[in-house]
């Protein structure tokens, strides 16, 4: 997401070269995660944000994702569109992943990603941001149940430089690591939905035959979300200023289809701008 980033950067610099004013932004989901690091270092190129539904804290769903046929990995009926081994080109998605102790960081409620189903359910630390655990835990292309066969030498150097990659772009989203102000953010708003429970945390099993692995489908823990984000998550961290959350019901998808809690929010930004 770095590319992403710099060229949202231009582009929003360019908007308010041209225009002479700072735009306010609308941001979705992955949009979020995408807006704020822009923020940390640019908090000045932004009239106000409004973040929808977004992915900003770190966590644990998308493994998921890389590991499983299926699930959420479809559009519509195609379930050939994403699957693992496809994902291994998209990798966009693990910028998503938490890195040990980062939840603590943003203040939020519920920091427990992993628990040990050997050890009464204790919370126990994975680093997902380097491959070994993924092999270890048989977790994304290493899942019997991932679709890929071969896992060469190849694979497994690029996914590190990702992981890398994701972990460096995390870093960047925290003020007390960009020295971001208080007083330099925007006025900043979130819609987010309270539509079912969504899938938070996941339980390390030991098997005689396999070993040990993360069980991506029993013991699954649940908070509150839209299906894909849970409510705690939507929100930037505690050093970043938010004017109003507002919570509808709606899942994933339609928390922006949510007109009239949009105009208000934008208004109220245009407001708290003056």
Known sequence: LDETAANFTKFLINVKETTGQAPQVVAHSMGCLITLHVLNHNPHIFHSILFGAGAIAPNAAVTKDYSLLGEKNTIIRNKTMFTPKI??????ALHFIAYTGERELYSSPNTVLFR????????????????RTW??????????????DVVTKKMESWFQS?????????LGLLPQNTGLKASDCPPIAVLRGDHCDTEFSYTVRRSPKSGSY??????????????RVTLE???????IPVCKIVTNAR????VLNDLENVDMLLNLLITERK
């Open 87 to 92: 994902n291994l080109t998209n990798p966009s």
């Open 116 to 131: 040990d189903g050997a050890d009464d359910d204790a919370p126990i630390d994975l680093d997902l941001h380097n491959i």
């Open 135 to 148: 092999k270890q835990y048989k977790i994304g292309i290493y899942h019997p149940e991932s679709g890929v």
């Open 162 to 170: 990702v992981l890398d990659k994701a972990y460096n772009f995390r």
């Open 214 to 227: 993360l069980d991506l489908e029993e013991g699954i823990g649940h908070l509150r979300g839209d299906g």
């Open 233 to 239: 998550d939507t929100v930037p961290p505690t050093d």
């Open 251 to 254: 899942e994933h998808s339609e």
